[in-house]
Nanobody, 119 residues
Framework: QVQLAESGGGLVQAGGSLRLSCAAS????????MGWYRQAPGKQRELVAG???????NYAASVKGRFTIFRDNAKNTVYLQMNSLKPEDTAVYYC?????????????WGQGTQVTVSS
């Protein structure tokens, strides 16, 4: 079955950096759009960054210029490089794999990794 395993979260001071990784298995990784979402306490889950199978990327306005999403199809892994972290980036970060074929949608989630940014 499909599994998405996030890693790389932790505690960092404001202004610091972290790199999240999401290793996928049980799927043809290269054909999926991959995304990073986050959910802070009391808030809805929101899209942070996405990358299509062709390599096109998009970012939430709040992270543009600070975060970079990239993928390594040979390693079945998507990454989120987070620089200049702010306390408001504190959240659980989730990896998502998405593919739509006609009327069928395939959508998978990891279990999440905690990112805490101290001021």
């Amino acid at each position: 079955q499909v599994q998405l395993a996030e890693s790389g979260g932790g505690l960092v001071q404001a202004g610091g950096s972290l790199r999240l990784s999401c290793a996928a298995s049980g799927m043809i990784f290269s054909i999926y759009t991959m995304g990073w979402y986050r959910q802070a306490p009391g808030k809805q889950r929101e899209l942070v960054a996405g990358i299509t199978s062709g390599g096109s990327t998009n970012y939430a306005a709040s992270v543009k210029g600070r975060f970079t999403i990239f993928r390594d199809n040979a390693k079945n892994t998507v990454y989120l490089q987070m620089n200049s972290l702010k306390p408001e980036d504190t959240a659980v970060y989730y990896c998502n794999a998405d593919r739509s074929v006609g009327w069928q949608s395939y959508d998978y989630w990891g279990q999440g990794t905690q990112v805490t940014v101290s001021s």
